[in-house]
């Protein structure tokens, strides 16, 4: 809540009037009306007085109070996600910094707030993620002091991705060093524990949940060691690098859209147009069937996505944009037949 819904509630609460508020404080009636609604705010010195009426603390009046729980800021996220379509990245953007003003030390809804403005603005907007970059970029470096140590490392993660991309290579390594390396899996131990408690869907919930990072995880490497095949000229093993990255999809029971965006990557290194537009057209149909997590022995216990989701036109549109719009996608342009088949999927 702002310093107006504060003032309001706690009045209301005390059971006090507009008017006898004014004349502890020494102000008009109108005075007070104002502030609750927001016309006006109370000068400066008369927030400790406000505060010791309301039987509030200054943290609390101001709303510096970690108030938000952890479902209240997952909901809030959401809602920001849902409504970009109909109002726009820019003014979704406007409300969740509107929202960080307003708790400006709970750190759980400005890493949730960054990382979901930073994934929309990808999806949404991806021509002016440039320009929102060092926006991100602040947060994550006020959240790298964060007492959530999960938090905290998980911010120099993505700062180290972001001066990777600008060649900083320096301060990447140095912010490297500054996160230990961790020798104990506590969601490992914790689902154990689960198990062993007796608490099934608990422990199945972190099983598999694991099970999705650690595919993905191994699908990051293995396509860093294609990508460094391919640096080196060793074709054979990066199509046999691939091949395996592919194999896992189907082991982890993963989305299809991972084996065509995997033998994207090669095709798109090479440069070769045919294997390009095979791959493309791919995505784009895995992107078209809205893929859900199967429901298998492997998947029990993880909850399914709500339907209705803008989510897949809209990476539909940012893929088809994204290669009208990188400099890197030019030997695509300058292709007649791919450009033909681009066509079809606006």
């Not at 390396?181 to 608990?202: I, P, S, T």
């Not at 000229?233 to 993963?254: F, P, S, T, W």
């Not at 537009?277 to 078209?288: A, I, W």
Request: proline content about 4%; some cysteine.
């Amino acid at each position: 809540m702002r310093i107006h819904e504060i003032i309001k509630q706690k009045r209301l609460e005390l059971k006090m009037t507009q008017e006898q508020v004014a004349e502890r404080l020494g102000v008009s009636a109108p005075a007070v009306n104002k502030w609750e609604r927001a016309i006006s705010y109370p000068d400066i010195t008369l927030l400790p007085p406000i505060a010791r009426l309301l039987g509030v603390d200054l943290n609390t009046l101001l709303s510096f109070q970690e108030e938000l729980t952890k479902e209240e800021v997952d909901q809030f996220v959401g809602e920001l996600y849902a409504i970009i379509p109909e109002q726009g990245f820019d003014t979704v953007y406007e409300m969740g910094m509107k929202k960080l003003s307003e708790y400006p030390t709970c750190d759980y809804l400005w890493y949730m707030t960054a990382l979901t403005l930073q994934g929309a603005v990808m999806m949404f907007v991806p021509s002016e993620y440039e320009s929102y970059s060092e926006k991100f970029e602040k947060i994550y470096e006020k959240l790298m002091d964060s007492k959530n140590p999960e938090i905290a490392e998980t911010s120099k993660q993505m700062l180290i991705s972001k001066y990777m991309s600008r060649k900083d290579y320096e301060a990447a390594e140095a912010l490297l060093a500054s996160i230990p390396q961790k020798h104990v899996n506590v969601n490992q131990l914790r689902a154990n524990l689960y198990k062993e408690q007796g608490k099934l869907e608990e422990a199945g919930k972190l099983y598999e949940g694991k099970l999705m990072t650690a595919a993905q995880d191994m699908e990051m490497a293995m396509l860093g060691l294609m990508e460094i095949a391919i640096e080196e000229g060793r074709i054979d093993d990066a199509e046999y690098i691939l091949k395996k990255a592919q194999d896992l999809v189907d082991v982890a029971e993963q989305w299809g859209y991972g084996k065509y965006s995997n033998e994207w990557q090669l095709a798109y290194l090479q440069k070769d147009v045919p294997r390009c537009m095979e791959t493309f057209e791919g995505m784009m149909r895995e992107v078209e069937q809205q893929w859900e997590l199967p429901d298998t022995p492997l998947y029990r216990y993880t909850k399914r996505r709500e339907e209705g989701s803008p989510f897949w036109e809209q990476m539909k549109k940012s893929l088809v944009q994204w290669i009208r719009e990188d400099a890197e996608a030019e030997f695509l342009r300058e292709s007649p037949e791919f450009m033909e088949m681009l066509e079809r999927y606006e």
